[in-house]
């Protein structure tokens, strides 16, 4: 029996869109693109692992400046869904889709409702869900079509929006790497930046200014910006500027691979703990060197998992509570983590993915029989 095993991310990118290559280099199962003329429907659908269970990932609409850069990212956010399933002990696979467009002017009924009609064809093998740019109300559309989607609203017997519980797993994760760090899991009187106020950033803002946290904001949009500030008393900083503060912890809540050469480079903090997907621009350089220059790294897809958490009670029957005590569980998987690293000396990324792929294989294993 093959010993299951997911590769780096390193060169993912595809600039000739050689797709059988990346399918058999990544170990991605399948690659669905959908297209429909009439509603204007461009979405590509990737699946990345189904040996724990179906694949369950958002729906996202981005405005990509090309197809390869599409395939590149569905391709990413799919693979990391393997790890965030398997490492959270879910019975999901990983997977996850993109629909290409400016939000504002392709969304319509008919085009989610024609996207819900393409998920519905795959049969149970990809359950969809919300994502960057599409919401509860998109997902009902979907559901028009398919039953094989969650993240519906609450009075249709759903979750509802999940970033509540993503914020809190984020929550639970920085606490972890604080008690490991610090001495102690209390965020009162830490400096903590966060990047990006959107609906995670901004739930995580409000359990840290709770618990007494001195806080740092940035994010491109100037009224999230203003709230904050003027609500938690947040100091809000422009641009760049927030990757070298002078803080306790950084909190990376809006775009990925931002941790590359450059932005370590400037990073003062202690902690980097945040619920952006992808954060390392490339896990096997710049895990190594968060760990090298002292910074405790909190793997993205094992912290900003209550999302997939809350959604998948929502799967097997939605309980708010069970989500959010699953999501706690983040801060003792973390723990772990943190100990496995020092233990082994190897990066935090690297120990989490170990414990992922461990849990992959053994399944593996289990089902090799009748």
Same mark, same amino acid.
């Given at each position: 029996?093959?010993?299951?095993?997911?590769?780096?991310? !390193?060169?993912?990118?595809?600039?000739?869109?050689?797709?059988?290559?990346?399918?058999?280099?990544?170990?991605?199962?399948?690659?669905?693109?959908?297209?429909? #003329?009439?509603?204007?429907?461009?979405?590509?659908?990737?699946?990345?692992? =189904?040996?724990?269970?179906?694949?369950?990932?958002? =729906?996202?609409?981005?405005?990509?400046?090309?197809?390869?850069? *599409?395939? #590149?990212?569905?391709? +990413?956010?799919?693979?990391?869904?393997?790890?965030?399933?398997?490492?959270?002990?879910?019975?999901?696979?990983?997977? !996850?889709?993109?629909?290409?467009?400016?939000?504002? !002017?392709?969304?319509?009924?008919?085009?989610? +409702?024609? $996207?819900? +009609? $393409?998920?519905?064809?795959?049969?149970?093998?990809?359950?969809?869900?919300?994502?960057v740019n599409t919401t509860t109300k998109d997902m009902e559309y979907v559901n028009?079509?398919?039953?094989?989607?969650?993240?519906?609203?609450?009075?249709?017997?759903?979750?509802?929006?999940?970033?509540?519980?993503?914020?809190?797993?984020?929550?639970?994760?920085?606490?972890?790497?604080?008690?490991?760090?610090?001495?102690?899991?209390?965020?009162?009187?830490?400096?903590? *930046?966060?990047?990006?106020?959107?609906?995670?950033?901004?739930?995580?803002?409000? $359990?840290?200014?709770?618990?007494?946290?001195?806080?740092?904001?940035?994010?491109?949009?100037?009224?999230?910006?203003?709230?904050?500030?003027?609500?938690?008393?947040?100091?809000?900083?422009?641009?760049?500027?927030?990757?070298?503060?002078?803080?306790?912890?950084?909190?990376?809540?809006?775009?990925?691979?931002?941790?590359?050469?450059?932005?370590?480079?400037?990073?003062?903090?202690?902690?980097? *703990?945040?619920?952006?997907?992808?954060?390392? *621009?490339?896990? =096997?350089?710049?895990?190594?060197?968060?760990?090298?220059?002292?910074?405790?790294?909190?793997?993205?897809?094992?912290?900003?998992?209550g999302g997939l958490i809350n959604v998948y009670q929502e799967h097997i029957g939605?309980? +708010?509570?069970?989500?959010?005590?699953?999501?706690?569980?983040? $801060?003792?998987?973390?723990?772990?983590?943190?100990?496995?690293?020092?233990?082994?000396?190897?990066?935090?990324?690297?120990?989490?993915?170990?414990?992922?792929? !461990?849990?992959?294989?053994?399944?593996?294993?289990?089902?090799?029989?009748?």
């Open positions: 029996m093959r010993h299951f095993k997911i590769k780096s991310n !390193k060169n993912l990118f595809m600039s000739n869109i050689e797709i059988f290559t990346q399918l058999a280099t990544y170990e991605h199962e399948q690659i669905v693109f959908c297209n429909d #003329n009439a509603t204007g429907l461009r979405a590509i659908i990737a699946i990345h692992n =189904t040996v724990l269970g179906p694949g369950l990932g958002g =729906t996202r609409i981005w405005n990509y400046q090309n197809e390869a850069e *599409a395939i #590149n990212d569905v391709m +990413r956010l799919s693979r990391g869904m393997t790890y965030k399933a398997a490492i959270s002990g879910l019975n999901l696979g990983g997977a !996850k889709a993109v629909i290409i467009g400016d939000s504002s !002017k392709i969304k319509t009924e008919a085009l989610m +409702r024609k $996207f819900g +009609r $393409f998920v519905k064809n795959l049969n149970g093998k990809y359950i969809t869900a919300e994502d028009m079509e398919t039953n094989h989607v969650v993240g519906l609203p609450e009075s249709m017997g759903g979750g509802g929006d999940p970033s509540p519980v993503t914020s809190y797993g984020v929550y639970m994760g920085m606490k972890a790497c604080a008690k490991s760090v610090f001495g102690s899991d209390s965020l009162s009187g830490k400096k903590i *930046a966060v990047q990006g106020t959107g609906k995670v950033g901004g739930h995580l803002l409000d $359990f840290l200014h709770k618990e007494g946290a001195t806080l740092f904001i940035s994010d491109i949009n100037e009224d999230a910006l203003k709230h904050y500030a003027g609500t938690l008393g947040a100091t809000v900083v422009t641009g760049d500027e927030i990757y070298g503060l002078d803080v306790d912890i950084f909190a990376p809540c809006a775009l990925g691979a931002i941790l590359n050469d450059t932005n370590i480079a400037k990073l003062k903090c202690s902690i980097v *703990a945040g619920a952006a997907n992808n954060q390392l *621009a490339d896990e =096997t350089i710049h895990g190594p060197l968060l760990m090298n220059k002292g910074i405790t790294y909190a793997p993205d897809f094992l912290i900003n998992a939605y309980n +708010r509570e069970t989500a959010y005590r699953k999501a706690e569980h983040i $801060f003792d998987v973390t723990s772990e983590i943190i100990k496995v690293s020092a233990n082994e000396k190897i990066y935090t990324q690297k120990a989490a993915m170990n414990l992922a792929e !461990k849990r992959i294989s053994d399944i593996l294993n289990v089902r090799a029989t009748y």
